[in-house]
């Protein structure tokens, strides 16, 4: 009996670790090459956050993924990161991070 308890119990709390949402569900996200920097060696890209979430966020806990794509669609370079400090319910942060590529390839950037 104290068996079948320990198991329901431990799905349960499985079922409810799955279910939580991570906090870049809730968050809109955009990226824009920053025309303020020039390098022979990639571009700067802006990365926005915009939270839909009910509760603050750490944002050190939001996660992303900028990849610069040429012409033809072929990405060419990418970067992960993160925002930074507490991010209010509604409230929106933005980051940088640089993308290592050729520079004159880049048709555009996307975030995820």
């Known amino acids: 009996m104290r068996t079948l308890i ?3 119990a431990l799905a349960l709390a499985l079922e409810a670790a ?6 870049k569900d ?3 996200l955009s990226a824009s090459q920053d025309q303020d920097v020039s390098s022979p060696s ?3 890209v802006t ?6 979430c ?3 966020v750490d944002g050190s806990q939001v ?6 794509t040429d012409r033809s669609g072929k990405v060419i370079g990418s970067q992960q990161g993160h925002f930074g400090g507490t991010i209010a319910p509604g409230g929106s942060t933005d980051t940088k991070v640089f993308v290592v590529c050729d520079p004159y390839s880049v048709s555009s950037v996307s975030v995820e």
């Open 18 to 23: 799955a279910g939580a949402a991570n906090p």
């Open 26 to 28: 809730c968050f809109a």
């Open 6 to 8: 320990a198991t329901v």
């Open 63 to 68: 996660w992303f993924k900028v990849k610069a």
């Open 47 to 52: 990365v926005t956050g915009r939270s839909q």
């Open 42 to 44: 990639g571009i700067r």
């Open 54 to 56: 009910s509760d603050s």
